[in-house]
Every structure is written in structure tokens, then in C-alpha cells.
């Protein structure tokens, strides 16, 4: 990738970041007391900011799928689905952040072209279809579930954990779908693919294409997390997930997923 690119890059996704963790800060307040006035201010002062990227980000185009889920997160629609009068404020903020996580996840699988989410069209909701062994799909379909709420209720330990077993599940899929004798002829260990380390994993599915390089950004924490795992199934004491972390390693996870289901 371009430098500038990776700059680019790079740039937007910590803007996005801060735009994430002030709307969260807000969100908490107003749900506290939704007539705070210092709060309705830093809201707007916050949905002023979030426009403004959302609008690069969609190179200035009110029909992208980017810049009309922004307008339509200030609706509340009636039961037949017309607009209706607007939603609460806490309610706007959280559908808000749910804009930026999206724009996140597009942004961190791009790898060429200008920083605009190019796409006229809203990416498809979060499915596991392209995993090979049909009954693990429903367990990652509720895991996906449970490290989005995890990372909600700010849990960054259970998220960052959840996320990367669902990682492992769909790279480790991939890679048996390969072949053990496939993988080992470029290079892999001869060792069955359930004795590989998590990292390993990682470096062979990259390095026989099953995955681009979307992995490098993952945190040491998260390549390690079974090393700091206590018999509790949870992140030693010793360690702090912290909330970077935890959703850089979702990012990671949505990039993954991108990589082994290019049509999504």
C-alpha cells in the first residue's frame, strides 16, 4: 500500500476512533438525563464533527450509503416504516456511533484507491454463510452477538476475546478447507492445523492467501490471548485490555471476515 495511503488511512480511523469514544461518553450522560443542557451541546457540537467526516468519507455524495445512513439516524420510523418524529437523543448518538463502527469496518480493508468509502451501496449485515462447517455457524453468528454487547457494556476483555475465537474459528475453517497437505507444500508446519498456535495460523493463512494483511494491525495482546489466559477462560489479572484493544481486534475481525468473503 501507498504510504500516503496508509496515512490516510491511518488518520480516519483514529479520528474515528475519538468520534466513537466521545459519542459514547454522551450517550451515557443523556441517558442519565436526557435534558442536560451541557450535554445536548457537546452532542451537537459532536454530530457537527461526525457530519463533517461522514461527508469526506462519502466524497460529498448525500446518495451514499455512508451519508444516507447518517441522515436516516436522526428518524424514527412509524410502523409502516414512514418517518416519524425524531428519536430520542441518546437513541440518535448510539445509532450515530453505529455509522462510524460501519465506516470503521470499511475502512480498514482498504488497500488502494482514494480514502472514500467508494461504495454506493450500505455493506451487508454481518453473516457467517462463507464458513465451510455448517455447525459452527450458528455458535459464531451468537458470539458476534455477545462481543458486540461485551464491547457495549465496555467489557474490553470478554470482547477482545470473543472476537478473537471467532477469528481463530473462521481462519482455522479456512485452512482445513485448504488442506493440511496443500498448506505444508508452501511452506506451512507438518503438525495437524488444531496443534498450530493462533499466530501461526494467522501467518500461514496470509501467507497462502486465504488473507491479506489486515491481521498486522491486531494488538500483541490479541495475538497472545490464549498465553493470557488464566483457568477462568479470562485475560490474567496481570494484563489490561483496554478499550482500543478490544475494538481494534474487532476491526481486525471485520477485515478477516471481508478477506474470506469477498462478495459480502
Same mark, same amino acid.
Given at each position: 500500500?501507498?504510504?500516503?495511503?496508509?496515512?490516510q488511512?491511518e488518520?480516519?480511523?483514529?479520528?474515528?476512533?475519538?468520534?466513537?469514544?466521545?459519542?459514547?461518553?454522551?450517550?451515557?450522560?443523556?441517558?442519565?438525563?436526557?435534558?442536560?443542557?451541557?450535554?445536548?451541546?457537546?452532542?451537537?457540537? =459532536?454530530q457537527?464533527?461526525?457530519g463533517?467526516?461522514?461527508?469526506?468519507?462519502?466524497?460529498g455524495?448525500k446518495?451514499? =450509503?455512508?451519508?444516507?445512513?447518517f441522515?436516516?439516524?436522526?428518524?424514527m420510523?412509524?410502523?409502516?416504516?414512514?418517518?416519524?418524529e425524531g428519536?430520542?437523543?441518546a437513541?440518535?448518538?448510539?445509532?450515530?456511533?453505529?455509522?462510524?463502527?460501519?465506516?470503521?469496518?470499511?475502512?480498514?480493508?482498504m488497500?488502494?484507491?482514494?480514502?472514500?468509502?467508494?461504495?454506493?451501496?450500505?455493506?451487508?449485515?454481518?453473516?457467517f454463510?462463507?464458513?465451510?462447517?455448517?455447525?459452527?455457524?450458528?455458535?459464531?453468528?451468537?458470539?458476534?452477538i455477545?462481543?458486540?454487547?461485551?464491547?457495549?457494556?465496555h467489557?474490553?476483555?470478554?470482547?477482545?476475546r470473543?472476537?478473537?475465537?471467532?477469528?481463530?474459528?473462521?481462519?482455522?475453517?479456512?485452512?482445513?478447507?485448504?488442506?493440511?497437505?496443500?498448506?505444508?507444500?508452501?511452506?506451512?508446519?507438518?503438525?495437524k492445523?488444531s496443534?498450530?498456535s493462533?499466530?501461526?495460523?494467522?501467518?500461514v493463512?496470509?501467507?497462502?492467501?486465504?488473507?491479506?494483511?489486515?491481521?498486522a494491525?491486531l494488538?500483541?495482546?490479541?495475538?497472545?490471548?490464549?498465553?493470557h489466559?488464566?483457568?477462568?477462560?479470562k485475560?490474567?489479572?496481570?494484563?489490561?485490555?483496554?478499550?482500543?484493544?478490544a475494538r481494534t481486534?474487532?476491526?481486525?475481525?471485520?477485515v478477516?471476515?471481508?478477506?474470506?468473503?469477498?462478495?459480502?
Open positions: 500500500m501507498d504510504e500516503n495511503l496508509r496515512a488511512i488518520t480516519y480511523l483514529s479520528h474515528l476512533d475519538g468520534l466513537i469514544g466521545r459519542g459514547r461518553k454522551l450517550r451515557e450522560t443523556l441517558e442519565t438525563d436526557p435534558s442536560d443542557v451541557s450535554a445536548i451541546k457537546a452532542t451537537r457540537a =459532536w457537527e464533527d461526525c463533517v467526516t461522514i461527508n469526506q468519507l462519502s466524497g455524495s446518495a451514499h =450509503w455512508l451519508a444516507r445512513s441522515s436516516a439516524a436522526f428518524l420510523r412509524s410502523a409502516d416504516g414512514r418517518a416519524a428519536a430520542a437523543p437513541e440518535i448518538v448510539e445509532r450515530l456511533i453505529s455509522v462510524l463502527e460501519q465506516a470503521v469496518a470499511t475502512l480498514s480493508q488497500d488502494e484507491g482514494p480514502v472514500v468509502l467508494a461504495s454506493s451501496q450500505a455493506p451487508p449485515p454481518h453473516r454463510d462463507f464458513v465451510h462447517n455448517p455447525e459452527i455457524r450458528p455458535v459464531l453468528e451468537q458470539a458476534y455477545d462481543s458486540r454487547r461485551a464491547l457495549e457494556h467489557d474490553y476483555d470478554l470482547a477482545l470473543t472476537s478473537c475465537g471467532i477469528l481463530e474459528a473462521i481462519v482455522t475453517d479456512a485452512l482445513e478447507q485448504r488442506g493440511l497437505s496443500s498448506l505444508v507444500a508452501s511452506g506451512a508446519p507438518a503438525e492445523i496443534e498450530w493462533f499466530e501461526t495460523r494467522l501467518t493463512a496470509e501467507r497462502a492467501g486465504l488473507i491479506r494483511s489486515g491481521c494491525r494488538p500483541a495482546l490479541a495475538r497472545a490471548y490464549r498465553d489466559m488464566n483457568p477462568d477462560g485475560i490474567a489479572s496481570n494484563e489490561t485490555v483496554s478499550e482500543r484493544d481486534t474487532g476491526q481486525v475481525l471485520h478477516i471476515m471481508q478477506d474470506l468473503d469477498p462478495g459480502r
